[in-house]
């Protein structure tokens, strides 16, 4: 994940990486929470800020996947920004105490 161009994140992007970590999937709404974390994806590479939660399916599969044909992306009629805009309220809600 970690890549060696890129910035290791600060103490408080770390905090921000793991409230991400913990929604369930932005696109199919799988997992989260302590138990089924989900994967962190960045819209632009090194900014945390933009971070998508996507279980590994919507993330790294070969058919479902950003990465791979993004069946699961075309179904739900997401793309990037559709995922991390609800990835923001998600952790919004979260952190307001829902
Ligand atoms: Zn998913
Ligand atoms: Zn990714």
Wanted: aromatic share 6%; with cysteine.
């Amino acid at each position: 994940m970690q890549s060696k161009n890129k910035k290791a994140p600060t103490t408080l992007e770390r905090e921000y990486i793991r409230l991400v970590a913990l929604q369930p999937c932005s696109v199919c709404d799988e997992g989260g929470g302590e138990g089924a974390p989900s994967e962190v994806h960045e819209i632009v590479q090194g900014n945390w800020w933009l971070s998508t939660a996507l279980c590994t399916g919507c993330h790294r599969g070969p058919v479902n996947g950003l990465h791979g044909q993004r069946r699961m992306w075309k179904l739900k009629k997401l793309d990037e920004q559709g995922a991390l805009a609800i990835t923001i309220r998600r952790v919004f809600l979260a952190a307001r105490g829902a």
